[in-house]
Nanobody, 123 residues
Framework: QVQLVESGGGLVQAGGSLRLSCAASGSIFSFNTMGWYRRAPGKQRELVAH???????EFADSVKGRFTIARDNAKNMVYLQMNSLKPEDTGVYYC?????????????????WGQGTQVTVSS
């Protein structure tokens, strides 16, 4: 079992920044991928970004150039730095963990999920 706990969400004005953190604990495999998804009101969960234990990253087109993802393997932490936020970035952001490599953006491949943290961007 792996437990994921997100933090750092909140309310921010358009153009502002937020940094999300996710702490993983439990049976962490050294070779894994951690990522962030979001669910906007009335929409399906979608990939934001993910990063492998070897620091290979993938981003949704909608956040490229604005968001960065990083991880600290020693602390089992993953971070999402969100800059130039837009109202359409509003949603619940979920941390996800997969034992191994992730290809593509489907949420079905992930093994564990956090409870989510709300991000609201006002216009």
């Amino acid at each position: 079992q792996v437990q994921l706990v997100e933090s750092g969400g909140g309310l921010v004005q358009a153009g502002g920044s937020l940094r999300l953190s996710c702490a993983a604990s439990g049976s962490i495999f050294s070779f894994n991928t951690m990522g962030w998804y979001r669910r906007a009101p009335g929409k399906q969960r979608e990939l934001v970004a993910h990063i492998s234990s070897g620091n290979k990253t993938e981003f949704a087109d909608s956040v490229k150039g604005r968001f960065t993802i990083a991880r600290d393997n020693a602390k089992n932490m993953v971070y999402l730095q969100m800059n130039s936020l837009k109202p359409e970035d509003t949603g619940v952001y979920y941390c996800a963990y997969h034992q191994g490599t992730v290809w593509g953006s489907s949420p079905l491949v992930w093994d564990y999920w956090g409870q989510g943290t709300q991000v609201t961007v006002s216009s």
